[in-house]
């Protein structure tokens, strides 16, 4: 038999597979050989999906396509991926597919001994379910599909989904390229779901790592991922196994097979199952335990929260594992004791807190996707549902308020993904909330308010413990004092609107990409070339001014452009001026980029942009920061351009540089001797300490890409007492101090001077820095 290359059963597949297989393919194996109880399958491979592309000519075509799209424009977005999606549906298969799909179909019937065999084909992407971005309802499933011409036609259908509206717009906003994701199609024995739903081993909205939330809903699970009903939820205490809150919903449609025609229907509960079953409990105790045990092996197996899938077959009882992914997220288990603020005001309606927050704004009411231009910026979306289409309006909206669905919901996971305040599943916000009313959405406690409240729950969420008539601009005299400074990272400018009154010591790392992508649009160089240089140093100046106005007096490092090639190439013009490097992540980028004749020209750009905002504004709280250093000599040479530019490093102008190869660390006394300070990027270093590449979702979910390994902890350590040696700062801007308590509880004993984190932990970080420098007085005066 002729060896397969587009056909893996899942027995042949294991987590590492992703490139082979996507992240939903490679998960499947794993379950499959980790003895967990998967409805059985293959995967048409992502190397079908390529053949096809590449054999049948479209890839170019496609570009060609893509080149010319406006991201924002919704119309010109809808008709681009339709004309894509059809090109690749009107394409004939290869011969060489067909004929191994057709053969994997035989043999999975021949073994089920299932002449009506009836399967589930969903797409898996190569760069999907991956811990750094979830790419949930962004590629197609169909469910109950019968007959070989049927699953080749829906595998086809698959490919074609690489390229909906909503998945193209979700690559460019998570900067993933179009032509680094493939696609494979899983072919799967269908379930016949009693009922089914998704469990989630860490809670996704408290982000408390001891609980797991289960949703449950009769029949298909396709109701409660796509929000279709608002399920039963339990909260379960993982030490126990015993359900700590319960909250039993109105179940009123199921999605069934449809007897009649390929795929599924939605029918009424009352109608197909009995009246009593439109609010009876869904799940049985036996079956929360199962669930929960289920669950647990699974984290233990991934060492990781999950996401997961699942449905208890009605002829067997049997509880099936459809799906496991990574939570994309959580940042850490909150564990204060939040106290509200009281004031009067008036609940319109009430709903499930999914991703928390505050939002004031005008309500706008939408049906669907041709209705998503009547949201702008700073709107109350109201829907029944939100659906991946909706994501252009989402990232629009203040807030976002949904008739039906779970905390697990798309709606719910797309919200907390993109940090949107969102509650779902009030059942007639549709109703209640009428169209330009002005309301609050306070989606930490799920209440929706009328009008526009001047006390923001949003204090909760930020601040945390703000007593009741203090205001943001007295929050500094209420927080702890700390030795260790701390300061925000910011990237979008207009941002710092909402967070300038948080009690931070200044912008430890303001990062120009946005501004690149979405002020300026061009590539420098480009702009160059011509005559449109005055265009980038405006847009830039104006990005960096917005922050540093708002700041002044305190610090705003402003860490100058660190795209890699293949990210500049993406900006207008980029293609023709940018290299395609096999390695871009520790290629052509940074300091190496700026001192190149290549480039030095639009380094000097982006160095004027600064002395615009310093000496025509006034605004000597801008510093700046160099990314990926890796000797002195660039250094050295940095520093001369951008004295030649008027940026003379002296006592009011400083320069750090970023601390993330290890050349840094090993030479950080003769680097201490050039610049005024470091600042850690914990995830670049991590990943060039570790040789572990932070985008490797297979090295990820095995834990190799950890900050708070040893090895990486000894080297801040080492960098730490080079730089002190020298009375230089030491901070650190990447991920891991707003993700791990215990990491800056490390870099406060090692003598850290600052730490930057993201906006909403900065209340959280302050305490617990101000909490452990206290602890380590107490010390010292023991024992003394």
Request: glycine share 6%.
């Amino acid at each position: 038999m002729a060896e397969k290359r587009y056909i893996r059963w899942f027995e042949e597949i294991r987590k590492e597979d992703i490139p082979l297989v996507g992240g939903k393919g490679a998960n499947l194996g794993e379950l499959t050989n980790g003895g967990i109880r998967v409805p059985p399958g293959f995967c048409v491979t992502a190397q079908a999906y390529s053949d096809f592309i590449k054999e049948r000519n479209l890839d170019k075509q496609i570009l060609e396509e893509v080149k010319q799209l406006d991201m924002e424009n919704n119309a010109q977005l809808q008709s681009t991926s339709a004309l894509i999606r059809e090109l690749i549906l009107q394409t004939d298969i290869l011969k060489s597919i067909e004929a191994e799909i057709r053969e994997a179909y035989a043999t999975f019937q021949h073994s089920l001994q299932q002449d009506d065999l009836f399967v589930a084909v969903r797409s898996s992407a190569t760069a999907e379910d991956l811990p750094e971005a979830s790419f949930a309802g962004q590629q197609d499933t169909y469910l109950e599909i019968k007959g070989i011409s049927e699953v080749i036609r829906h595998v086809k259908k698959c490919w074609a989904s690489l390229w909906t509206a909503r998945a193209i717009y979700y690559r460019e906003k998570q900067h993933f390229s179009h032509f680094d994701v493939s696609l494979c199609a899983v072919v799967q024995k269908m379930v016949n779901s009693k009922k089914a739903g998704v469990l989630f081993t860490a809670n996704p909205v408290t982000e408390n790592h001891n609980q797991m939330m289960i949703n449950a809903s009769w029949g298909l699970g396709e109701s409660v991922v796509s929000g279709m009903v608002s399920p039963d939820e339990y909260i379960v205490d993982k030490k126990n196994n015993r359900v700590v809150e319960k909250h039993i919903a109105t179940k009123n449609f199921l999605v069934v097979k449809n007897e009649k025609a390929v795929g599924t229907s939605k029918v009424a509960v009352k109608e197909f199952l009995g009246e009593d079953l439109v609010t009876q409990q869904c799940l049985t105790a036996t079956e929360i335990c199962q669930l929960s045990a289920n669950a647990l092996r699974i984290e233990k197996m991934y060492q990781s929260p999950q996401d997961i899938e699942w449905a208890i077959d009605g002829d067997t009882n049997d509880l099936y594992i459809l799906q496991a992914r990574p939570i994309t997220t959580l940042k850490k288990e909150e564990t204060d004791v939040v106290e509200q603020v009281e004031i009067k005001r008036l609940a319109l309606l009430r709903g499930l807190a999914a991703s928390p927050g505050t939002g004031s704004g005008k309500v706008r009411k939408i049906k669907d996707i041709t209705e998503i231009s009547k949201v702008e910026e700073g709107d109350i979306l109201v829907t029944i549902m939100t659906n991946p289409d909706m994501m252009p309006a989402m990232k629009k909206a203040a807030a976002v308020v949904t008739n039906e669905g779970g905390r697990t919901c798309h709606a719910a996971i797309v919200s907390r993904e993109f940090g949107i305040p969102c509650i779902v599943g009030s059942n007639n916000a549709t109703e209640v909330l009428k169209e330009g009313m002005e309301v609050t959405v306070d989606a930490t406690r799920g209440v929706v308010y009328q009008g526009i409240l001047e006390e923001p729950a949003e204090i909760n969420k930020e601040i945390n413990q703000t007593p009741p008539g203090i205001d943001q601009m007295h929050l500094h005299q209420l927080a702890p004092i700390s030795g260790t400074k701390v300061y925000m990272n910011l990237g979008e400018p207009d941002l710092i609107t909402k967070y300038k009154d948080l009690p931070f010591d200044g912008i430890g790392l303001m990062r120009t990409e946005f501004i690149f992508t979405h002020l300026v649009g061009a590539h420098p160089m480009y702009l160059l070339r011509n005559g449109e240089e005055k265009q980038f140093i405006d847009k830039m100046a104006e990005g960096i001014t917005k922050v540093a106005q708002d700041v002044y007096p305190k610090p705003v490092v402003v860490r100058l452009s660190d795209f890699r090639s293949n990210e500049f190439r993406g900006l207008k013009g980029g293609e023709e001026v940018e290299p395609i490097e096999a390695n871009p992540m520790i290629g052509w980028r940074g300091v190496s980029r700026y001192i190149s004749p290549e480039y030095e020209e639009g380094f000097r750009l982006e160095c004027r942009a600064i002395k615009k905002v310093r000496e025509e504004y006034g605004l000597v709280n801008v510093w700046t920061m160099l990314p990926f250093v890796r000797t002195t000599w660039e250094v050295k040479r940095v520093k001369e351009i951008m004295a030649e530019e008027g940026l003379k490093q002296d006592q009011q102008f400083k320069i750090w540089i970023m601390a993330e190869v290890p050349s840094v660390i090993f030479e950080a006394e003769e680097f201490a001797e050039m610049v005024d300070g470091f600042s850690i990027g914990s995830n670049d270093l991590t990943q060039l300490v570790l040789g572990s590449d932070r985008d490797s979702g297979i090295l990820n979910t095995m834990g190799y890409f950890d900050e708070r390994n040893p090895a990486v902890k000894k080297a801040i350590k080492m960098l730490i007492q080079g730089a002190h040696k020298h009375n230089k700062s030491v901070s650190i801007c990447g991920q891991g101090p707003s993700l791990y308590p215990e990491f800056t509880e490390f870099l406060i004993h090692e003598g850290i001077d600052s730490v930057s984190v993201n906006p909403d932990t900065v209340a959280g970080t302050r305490r617990l820095v101000a909490s452990v420098e206290q602890r380590m007085i107490l010390n010292k005066l023991r024992e003394l």
